[in-house]
């Protein structure tokens, strides 16, 4: 069982910089592709940026491709998410997400991200 658990959620004004860290226990963080989602209010859920295992391979969604960047550190189980040039639609809560071989999901908390414009 990987519990994950997210944290660096703040206020921020729009142009403002954050980084969220998400801390992975319970499993072999090596073996995880780890993700970022967030959620606005009133919305779904939505996949932000994904990175492999190793950290070789990165995805991100139009909606942050070039303001946002994933990493991870394997030897602290920690990723995180660069968000710079924040925007009010930015705001929502932010989840961590693993998938575990072969196919587990897990999710954190979440972290609130509010972006005053």
């Known amino acids: 069982q990987v519990q994950l658990v997210e944290s660096g959620g703040a206020w921020v004004q729009a142009g403002g910089s954050l980084r969220l860290s998400c801390v992975a226990s319970?499993?072999?963080?090596?073996?995880?592709?780890m993700g970022w989602f967030r959620q606005a209010p009133g919305k779904d859920r939505e996949l932000l940026a994904r990175?492999?295992?190793?950290?070789?391979?990165?995805y991100y969604e139009d909606v942050v491709k070039g303001r946002f960047a994933i990493s991870r550190d394997n030897a602290q189980s920690t990723v995180y998410l660069q968000m710079n040039n924040l925007k009010p639609e930015d705001t929502g809560v932010y989840y961590c997400n693993a998938v575990a071989p072969p196919g587990y999901r897990y999710w954190g908390q979440g972290t609130q991200v509010t972006v005053s414009s």
């Open positions: 990175i492999s295992w190793s950290g070789s391979g990165t």
């Open positions: 319970g499993g072999a963080f090596d073996q995880l592709s």
